[in-house]
């Protein structure tokens, strides 16, 4: 399964509304504060022209208004096209000033997160990680710490999405691993374990990771570090099926 992403920064955002539908403009005037209102352009605005790409439709202000993300019963995005169910199935995430919008086919499970990297305590380690996740950051090197810590955060913040549970959900219910390019072991009751630095990957390709969620469901996904920030993507997956992967295209754009 494809999954196509875009992201774009607040300065994209114009600053007129004449891109938001009706529905849209009232929603946005019944919101006092400017930092909301400023969040939930940007989201809008990168999840309309990740739409625009996506569908092959114009992207010229007046068009982009036809586009409307509604929120469903439970939170999650919903797409629609001259006000019917567009036949998309996204995902969005705002922090820091940008924006991410991941966009699949309907009904995909389908979830994305970005984070800014930084440090997180102990007693956030304590309460948010599984014990094999904080197994992970007690043998990563004290400056790949942050990374790692808001990389698994990310990781189930995007499962969570994909599920249309937020966190709703409890977070130790999602238990997160890598299979490239992280200090990952198959068995944590070796007592040779060491370290292994995060230098070695490139900040700012793709890597896979799995969130498992429960013995019948698994999701598959990816991760990226740029520019100070994580983003994750995953799909969800039966557990047999989780073997299998899905593509990500290319996004800043040119979708």
């Not at 992403?5 to 539908?21: M, R, Y």
Request: with cysteine; glycine share 6%; hydrophobic share 45%.
């Amino acid at each position: 399964m494809k999954v196509y992403w875009l992201e774009q920064t607040a300065a994209d955002v114009p600053a007129e509304n004449q891109w938001l539908s009706p529905a849209e403009i009232l929603s946005l005037g019944r919101m006092r504060f400017a930092k909301r209102r400023n969040d939930w352009r940007l989201g809008r605005w990168t999840a309309k022209r990740a739409l625009a790409a996506h569908l092959n439709l114009r992207c010229d202000r007046l068009a982009l208004a036809k586009i409307e993300i509604r929120a469903a019963a439970s939170g999650a995005p919903e797409a629609f096209l001259f006000n019917q169910a567009a036949p998309v199935t996204i995902s969005l995430s705002h922090r820091a000033g940008i924006a991410m919008c991941a966009v699949a086919l309907p009904g995909a499970g389908i979830g994305c997160d970005l984070e800014v990297i930084e440090p997180r305590s102990n007693a956030f380690i304590a309460d948010y990680l599984t014990a094999h996740e904080q197994a992970l950051v007690e043998q990563t090197l004290d400056e790949q710490r942050a990374l790692l810590v808001t990389l698994l955060w990310s990781a189930k913040e995007s499962a969570l999405k994909a599920l249309h549970v937020g966190l709703r959900l409890d977070t130790n219910s999602m238990d997160v691993s890598f299979t490239d390019g992280l200090p990952l072991y198959a068995d944590q009751s070796r007592a040779d374990l060491s370290p292994v630095p995060m230098r070695d990957i490139d900040p700012d390709g793709w890597r896979p990771l799995r969130v498992r969620h429960s013995d019948e469901q698994a999701f598959c996904g990816w991760w990226r570090r740029e520019n100070g920030m994580v983003r994750t993507l995953v799909r969800a997956l039966p557990l047999r099926s989780l073997l299998q992967s899905f593509s990500i295209f290319p996004g800043n754009g040119s979708l």
